[in-house]
């Protein structure tokens, strides 16, 4: 029996489901988790020592790969310090005033512990300012696992075969409205419907819970003129995006700002955080200065912080994004082409230095009615076929795979070879 396995009959006896998040369980891809001892630059290893190209990259926060030895070094003489004190930390001043510079349309920021907290709080913000209930979501684009979000919502809901989870209330679920990503129409009509009801529109500006999906042109800029024309207050869940395609927001790429942006994972650098922006108006509604309650033990925790602060200094200076950009489209071309060469019914989508395989022939893929065709059966295949190659991928057909700064172009070659070998042999 292998060291993993050990590991996951041990841990079924004590965690749930033997894991402590459900998208880490393999259900979807017929097998049991592999348990990782370490990470070194673009390979983790697991507990027996076998090593693995990860694309994975803990889920998108490791852009600058595992172990990065700035981010070390800083994690390390912070902790020297203290891991955490509860009190207020020279750190938080400096990480709000360098996320105010790279997120110009945010004149404010207040920390907390993860995307989901920092989703949560944003929503909670939004009603308080526009004092109204409702929230305007997308089909298959996740926030984090807050009641009201689960509704109709991607990711690891959608490995599971379920659309929401128990334990939502009806109550809560009727505040939220879910309409399909990429379709400006619906959205008019759920205004139209809910008309000085809707506090908030909340979108993934590019979905990469239901796999990578692009906005269609002017979809957010629609998005942010119904926002403003019906009185909501339009969210950017930049979790994900957030310095993913540049040092910076994708909302600032692209010149559609939101009102509020919440930001998470790259920020943290491989530490727990998470972080809500927004104009001092509207920042000044959060507890001490305003009604709407925030708190946290841990928010702004030095160690968390020193690791997010060195990442994004880093970024900055370093601007490696056209390199990712570059090698994310070299991966799916090439895996585009031999799909076109043998006729199989699969394509990857890929955008700055994130890609998603989609097992499906149907195009365009523009909202979760087209990524539920995928053929999920085919990716659990591939998905194994890869982790005996020594890749490992994210464990859903429905979640994005990343390139870091780690990542080489032999990697890449190499996956490439894989993918060749996988096809040859169907």
């Known amino acids: 029996m292998s060291g993993s ?36 630059g673009s390979a983790v290893y697991d507990v027996d020592g076998v ?62 512990n993860s995307g989901t907290e920092a989703v949560m709080t944003a929503l909670r913000l939004a009603r308080g300012y526009t004092e109204r209930s409702m929230i305007l979501k997308f089909d298959g684009c996740y926030h984090g696992h807050s009641d009201a979000l689960l509704v109709n919502a991607g990711s690891g809901l959608l490995t599971q075969s379920v659309s929401s989870s128990a334990g939502v209330s009806a109550n809560v ?18 205004f139209a419907k809910y008309k000085d009801r809707v506090a908030a ?6 979905a990469g819970n239901m796999g990578l ?8 800029e629609a998005l942010r003129e ?6 909501a207050l339009l969210v950017f869940d930049e979790v994900i995006t957030g310095f993913r395609f540049h040092a910076g927001t994708f909302a600032e790429l692209i010149g559609v700002l939101p009102d509020i942006t919440v930001l998470g994972k790259i920020i943290g650098g491989g530490m727990p955080i998470g972080a809500i922006g927004a104009s001092k ?25 020193a690791a997010g602060i060195a990442t994004l200094r880093k970024l900055v200076e370093t601007n490696p994004y056209p390199k990712l950009e570059r090698m994310a489209a070299r991966l799916a071309e090439n895996i585009n082409r031999l799909a076109a060469e043998k006729r199989l019914p699969s394509r990857c989508e890929a955008f700055g230095g994130a890609f998603t395989i989609f097992f ?67």
């Open 5 to 40: 396995s050990e590991l996951f009959e041990r841990a079924r006896r004590v965690i749930p489901g033997g894991v402590n998040s459900p998208v880490r369980a393999f259900g979807s891809v017929e097998g049991n988790p592999v348990f990782m001892e370490k990470g070194v």
């Open 51 to 112: 090593k693995y190209v990860d694309f994975c990259c803990s889920w998108g926060p490791l852009i600058l790969g595992h172990a990065d030895p700035d981010v070390v070094e800083a994690v390390k003489r912070t902790a020297e310090n203290g891991l955490s004190f509860g009190i207020c930390n020279p750190l938080e001043v400096e990480m709000a005033e360098l996320l105010e510079q790279r997120v110009p349309h945010a004149d404010m920021f207040r920390m907390v």
């Open 173 to 190: 679920a009727s505040e939220v409205v879910s309409v399909p990503y990429n379709d400006i129409e619906s959205v008019d009509e759920a």
């Open 201 to 206: 529109v909340i979108v993934e500006p590019v």
């Open 213 to 220: 999906v692009r906005p269609k042109k002017g979809f957010l």
């Open 226 to 231: 119904l926002s403003a024309e019906n009185g």
């Open 281 to 305: 108006e509207i920042m000044s509604h959060l507890a001490p200065t305003g009604g709407v309650y925030q708190a946290g033990t841990l928010s702004g925790n030095p160690v968390a912080l």
């Open 360 to 426: 499906t022939s149907n195009r365009p893929l523009e909202n979760l009615a087209d990524v539920a065709k995928c053929d999920t059966d085919a990716f659990a295949s591939f998905h194994r076929r890869m982790l005996d190659a020594g890749f490992y991928l994210s464990p859903s057909q429905f979640e994005l795979d990343f390139i870091s700064t780690a990542h080489t172009e032999e990697d890449v070659n190499a996956f490439g070879e894989a993918v060749a070998d996988f096809a040859a042999d169907l």
